[in-house]
Nanobody, 127 residues
Framework: QVQLVESGGGLVQPGGSLRLSCEAS????????LGWFRQAPGKEREGVSC????????YYGEDVKGRFTMFRDTAKSTVFLQMDSLKPEDTAVYYC????????????????????RGQGTLVTVSS
């Protein structure tokens, strides 16, 4: 049984940084299509980032490109999302999910198309 567990959310001031973690279990050792999406109050689910290929290529949503960086520790089966230059509009519940390729290039995330997702972690950007 696959499982994704997020951590690292919290309150941060505009311009600050935060790092989210996603611990994955139950996946095959070569599985790569993990990513993050978010949902802000009253808004559609939005794809944030996704490992699109085995070589580590990453897709980023337009709203986070240049500010967020996703990377992984393969030995620990953990995926990270480093969020810098945070803005109030980044406030949302952030979810780790698989197979994130289903939302690449789309304006919203269809959770019914996912293989798995975590419980979410809340990020609040506010002064």
């Amino acid at each position: 049984q696959v499982q994704l567990v997020e951590s690292g959310g919290g309150l941060v001031q505009p311009g600050g940084s935060l790092r989210l973690s996603c611990e994955a279990s139950g996946f095959t050792s070569d599985y790569y299509a993990l990513g993050w999406f978010r949902q802000a109050p009253g808004k559609e689910r939005e794809g944030v980032s996704c490992f699109t290929r085995r070589d580590g290529s990453v897709y980023y949503g337009e709203d986070v490109k240049g500010r967020f960086t996703m990377f992984r520790d393969t030995a620990k089966s953990t995926v990270f999302l480093q969020m810098d230059s945070l803005k109030p509009e980044d406030t949302a519940v952030y979810y780790c999910a698989a197979d994130c390729r289903v939302w690449v290039g789309l304006s919203r995330v269809n959770v019914n198309a996912l293989d798995a997702r975590g419980q979410g972690t809340l990020v609040t950007v506010s002064s």
